[in-house]
């Protein structure tokens, strides 16, 4: 486990640095910075220690993803803290209907969720031998519920 957390680690780390980076170099349009207070910090935090927490899976792969999405969740954290009219979001989009603004540390968030979903899909499906039928996995719920 602390194999993987170092993996997780080396993705995350250079990959936050690179959106705090970003944010203070680029140029961002006053209106894009999106205040945010205790409670999406904290929610950042939870995400980050959720990723760490993955690092039980036996799978180096679910670790490097899970850093990318640490990262983006470390990254709009920091920000958070540090930035005070909000987060930055120096990246814009314009569409016919409107305009988008967000950060790299959005894409990162966006990639890991997509990421950890395939590979957490995997390492699931080739373990499967290990899951409990879906009735013996209700019975334990069930156990559980009345025990408590």
Known sequence: MARRTLILLAIALPLVALDLAHKALASTPEWAYHPRGGAWITMCVVVFAGCV????VPSALVAVTAGVLAAGAAGNGIAALASEPGIPNPLVVEFDRGTVAFNVADL????????LMVTLSSVTIRNREQLLPPRAFA?????????S
């Open 108 to 115: 990162f968030t966006l990639a890991g969720i997509a990421l």
């Open 53 to 56: 927490a993955l690092t039980r």
């Open 139 to 147: 019975r334990m719920l069930w156990r559980r519920v009345r025990s």
